[in-house]
């Protein structure tokens, strides 16, 4: 069975035994417990797991749909979803010390094979996000039987004020806004080739764009996505990417490394509807740079050359012949790399002609845009 928890007040049934000194509870009637109880709080969909790409070992940062409270111990518990909706965990997880990350991140160690609305959208795992708390905690006696020789078990809810202090008060229902969380995500890059042009000339272009990734949820129907691609000289600002967009995630192509995404909700489920800028959110996100000044030169041997890029330290050369990669090496903190004879020997070489492929990596490992410079006639 799978519990979800629809808003924070607390709703959670406890049983325990107690002995028969002083007053015995009637039904209807609350008692204090002072004993450490669990609390469980706001929950919903775990929307991203960023891994460490260096130490699978190391604890992984969990982005929430919701934001939660710790208590003062800074550690909390996760049950989640599995694919077959069955109830997994608890698994222990902490409260980011990074001042930089939203209430609705914390630390953790998760499997490796939990759905996320990043990879799997609306398939993402559910969680309930809960904390041990000493809090005194009063009781509503729904229950009591007899639990031995001068002891009774006593059963009922937590009572709330804010749910059981009037005759006849409900839980207020939860209420998520039309826009509640946006994840924007470099998504590596992706190949393209233009066979034509308006007029109908024969051309081909072929090169690469980057890719990111979008993904939001709320209760709107539908969002406007509009992309400002960072050209400060333009000034152009916004431009509208789709409109009544009906899905909860989106793939974004451009060869800017440098883009701010806003996505505001509509009001209705029409074309018609207005849009609810009061709910907008924005992201933005760098992806690798473009290394520019790349040449390569050589036969049997071939050196490579690039111009350096401030903060960029990680790097691939890619040699390309017929269209089809023949040799990759991935360096650091330098702005040129020579393949020797034997690694040109071992990859299928010399090549008359070839292309030479440079590109940055994130701290992912994943490459940008290659800057490249194609040698025709190479000889000794």
Known sequence: MWMYCVDSYLRSHVEFTTGLKGLVPLPGERVLVDVPTVDFQRSGKIMKIEYDSEDSSA????????????????????????????????????????????????????????????????????????????????????????????????????????????????APALTMDLLQYLLLDYNGVVSYVDSGDSSGAAIEVAGELYVYKLVWNGTADMVKVEVDYGDDSSGIGFIEYDEFLESSSLLIETDSNDITVRVTPYSGDSSGSEL?????????????????????????????????????????????????????????????????????????????????????????????????????????
């Open 59 to 170: 604890l992984v940062r969990i982005h929430l749909s919701e934001d939660v409270v710790f208590d003062s111990s800074g550690t909390g518990i996760l049950y989640i979803s599995g694919e077959a909706g069955e109830m997994r965990g608890p698994y222990t997880v902490y409260e980011s010390s990074d001042s930089a990350d939203d209430a609705n991140v914390v630390i953790g160690d998760l499997p490796e094979d939990v759905f996320t609305v990043e990879t799997h959208a609306e398939a993402g795992a559910k969680y309930i996000f809960a904390h041990t708390t000493t809090e005194v905690k009063s009781i509503l006696v729904t229950k009591i039987i007899p639990a031995g020789v001068n002891s009774i078990r006593i059963s009922g809810p937590f009572y709330d004020e804010r749910v059981y202090g009037e005759p006849g008060a409900v």
């Open 276 to 380: 609810a800028t009061e709910y907008q959110m924005t992201k933005s996100i760098d992806a690798p740079p473009t290394p520019a000044g790349v040449a390569a030169s050589g036969y049997t041997e071939i050196a490579v050359s690039w111009d350096l890029v401030s903060g960029q330290t990680d790097w691939i050369v890619l040699v390309y012949v017929d269209d089809s990669e023949v040799f990759s090496a991935t360096i650091s903190a330098t702005d040129s790399y020579t393949i020797s004879s034997d690694n040109v020997t071992l990859s299928g070489g010399p090549w008359s002609n070839y292309t030479v492929y440079v590109a940055a990596l994130d701290s992912n490992g994943q490459r940008g845009i290659a800057g490249y410079d194609v040698v025709w006639g190479a000889s000794d």
